[in-house]
């Protein structure tokens, strides 16, 4: 089962690098953070994800829209707790900034219309 249209490739794009996202955990050290994962931020992203290629995979538009809300709000709170010491993700504003990309990212493509490809080349 693979996604037609475009919005639903872009939707399993996104949902795939969230599900993987927990692997920048393997590389961060005192010499590299690329992107900071600890704590709740190592469920957020895969569950987010996966709810977004669910989506993808089933065309339904519910649950991509709910997953970049998700990725979205998981943003604003990561924003808010940074460098303080509540800080429920555990991240950085390296967090921040892949939890908006991917809340956005997956905003839009739930937002668009479906499209079909086109039957035949235009002439």
Do not use: E
């Amino acid at each position: 089962m693979s996604p037609q249209s475009p919005r639903d490739q872009a939707a399993l794009t996104l949902g795939l690098v969230g599900l993987i996202s927990p692997l920048f955990a393997l590389t961060t050290s005192s010499n590299n953070n690329f992107v900071l994962m600890q704590d709740l931020a190592l469920l957020i992203f895969p569950a987010l994800g996966l709810i977004a290629v669910a989506g993808a995979l089933t065309a339904r538009r519910t649950l991509i829209l709910v997953s970049g809300a998700g990725f979205a709000l998981a943003a604003v709170l990561q924003l808010i707790q940074f460098g303080r010491a509540t800080n429920w993700l555990g991240g950085s504003g390296s967090t921040f900034s892949l939890l908006l990309a991917l809340g956005v990212g997956l905003l839009i493509a739930g937002t668009l219309a479906p499209t079909s490809p086109p039957t035949s080349p235009p002439n």
